[in-house]
């Protein structure tokens, strides 16, 4: 048994090609990367469902969909999500939706035997004040951040009910913590969305329209951003070759200032236009960069490039324009 594996955990359960594998949220941002991951990588037994067919909300909805359908693994990257502002202006929502759709689905899965869980987190789950980059070790040493505290707190929840199911029935869960992510199915409704498909509406649009671009806060907040696609093969690596209670980051080791952020994402929508900060406190924390070591030392690294990333999400963003609209 190597070192890693004695510390994080020694691979006792993997998924074979004909496993059959449930994504909860398969039709948004991470649980499609995953989805397209999968059927990548050979995977041909896949099912999901929109929010449309089964409110994940429904206790009811969800065990029956459990009973008749069976999966042996669970991805689940169901979630309410959104930035800053609706976090502000819907932390009931926050709290409640999030809540209930990780017990239902965590609950269910655990009652109907599957063999094995993938807990999407959130790097919002570790403390203001902790040290970055963020440790794994740093959960629950401290108060998180103020802006997205009920969606935080939801998570650490299902981190909590997964982690103690583990503890008093064996349930084989695991719980991975990705940097911000964007990419193809993001959420671009600007008074839902989150960092950087906010950025990418709003260059495109003021170049369209000739205007100049207005962002919150001052841009000195840093962020860690991955392209959905890094996130999704880091979901299906660590199902595949980590058992263990405890959390893994993914992330690519680096941070940018909002404003770098916002100066790549205008080089890659071709705008020639003026960017304006509007100051103020509306920034969120002042830095998120998670410590990715244990993933690296598991054998899983991204691929894609923060450029590389953005301009893959731009082509999709204006191919999907219209019906995003």
Same mark, same amino acid.
């Given at each position: 048994?190597?070192?890693?594996?004695?510390?994080?955990?020694?691979?006792?359960?993997?998924?074979?090609?004909?496993?059959?594998?449930?994504?909860?949220?398969?039709?948004?941002?991470?649980?499609?990367?995953?989805?397209?991951?999968?059927?990548?990588?050979?995977?041909?037994?896949?099912?999901?469902?929109?929010?449309?067919?089964?409110?994940?909300?429904?206790?009811?909805?969800?065990?029956?969909?459990?009973?008749?359908?069976?999966?042996?693994?669970?991805?689940?990257?169901?979630?309410?999500?959104?930035?800053?502002?609706?976090?502000?202006?819907?932390?009931?929502?926050?709290?409640?939706?999030?809540?209930?759709?990780?017990?239902?689905?965590?609950?269910?899965?655990?009652?109907?035997?599957?063999?094995?869980?993938?807990?999407?987190?959130?790097?919002?789950?570790?403390?203001?004040?902790?040290?970055?980059?963020?440790?794994?070790?740093?959960?629950?040493?401290?108060?998180?951040?103020?802006?997205?505290?009920?969606?935080?707190?939801?998570?650490?929840?299902?981190?909590?009910?997964?982690?103690?199911?583990?503890?008093?029935?064996?349930?084989?869960?695991?719980?991975?913590?990705?940097? /911000? *992510?964007?990419?193809? $199915?993001?959420?671009? %409704?600007?008074?839902? &969305?989150?960092?950087?498909? !906010?950025? @990418?509406? #709003?260059?495109?649009?003021?170049?369209?329209?000739?205007?100049?671009?207005?962002?919150?806060?001052?841009?000195?907040?840093?962020?860690?951003?991955?392209?959905?696609?890094?996130?999704?093969?880091?979901?299906?690596?660590?199902?595949?070759?980590?058992? /263990? *209670?405890?959390?893994? $980051?993914?992330?690519? %080791?680096?941070?940018? &200032?909002?404003?770098?952020? !916002?100066? @790549?994402? #205008?080089?890659?929508?071709?705008?020639?236009?003026?960017?304006?900060?509007?100051?103020?406190?509306?920034?969120?924390?002042?830095?998120?960069?998670?410590?990715?070591?244990?993933?690296?030392?598991?054998?899983?690294?991204?691929?894609?490039?923060?450029?590389?990333?953005?301009?893959?999400?731009?082509?999709?963003?204006?191919?999907?324009?219209?019906?995003?609209?």
């Amino acid at each position: 048994m190597s070192l890693v594996a004695q510390k994080y955990g020694l691979l006792i359960n993997k998924m074979e090609k004909n496993s059959k594998i449930y994504i909860a949220g398969n039709t948004g941002l991470v649980g499609s990367a995953i989805e397209r991951e999968l059927k990548k990588q050979g995977y041909a037994n896949i099912i999901g469902n929109a929010s449309k067919e089964i409110d994940l909300r429904n206790q009811k909805r969800v065990e029956e969909f459990f009973e008749q359908n069976h999966p042996e693994y669970v991805f689940m990257a169901a979630a309410k999500v959104g930035g800053v502002k609706a976090n502000v202006e819907y932390p009931a929502d926050f709290i409640y939706d999030n809540t209930q759709i990780q017990n239902n689905l965590i609950m269910s899965a655990w009652r109907n035997g599957v063999k094995k869980f993938c807990f999407l987190g959130s790097n919002c789950i570790y403390p203001k004040a902790a040290p970055q980059p963020y440790k794994e070790e740093s959960f629950l040493q401290g108060r998180v951040e103020e802006t997205n505290e009920p969606y935080a707190i939801a998570k650490i929840n299902g981190i909590k009910l997964g982690q103690s199911l583990n503890i008093q029935h064996g349930f084989n869960f695991i719980t991975v913590i990705p940097a /911000s *992510l964007f990419g193809p $199915n993001d959420n671009f %409704d600007l008074q839902q &969305s989150h960092l950087v498909p !906010a950025l @990418i509406r #709003k260059f495109h649009e003021a170049k369209l329209n000739n205007k100049e671009v207005q962002l919150w806060g001052t841009g000195e907040s840093r962020r860690e951003i991955m392209h959905v696609d890094d996130a999704a093969k880091a979901c299906i690596f660590l199902m595949n070759n980590y058992d /263990s *209670l405890e959390i893994v $980051n993914v992330g690519v %080791d680096q941070d940018y &200032s909002i404003k770098e952020i !916002a100066e @790549i994402v #205008k080089k890659v929508t071709d705008y020639n236009g003026k960017i304006n900060f509007e100051g103020g406190e509306r920034s969120g924390i002042k830095r998120k960069l998670l410590d990715s070591t244990k993933a690296r030392l598991l054998g899983w690294k991204p691929d894609l490039n923060i450029e590389e990333g953005l301009k893959k999400t731009y082509e999709w963003f204006k191919e999907n324009y219209d019906s995003l609209n």
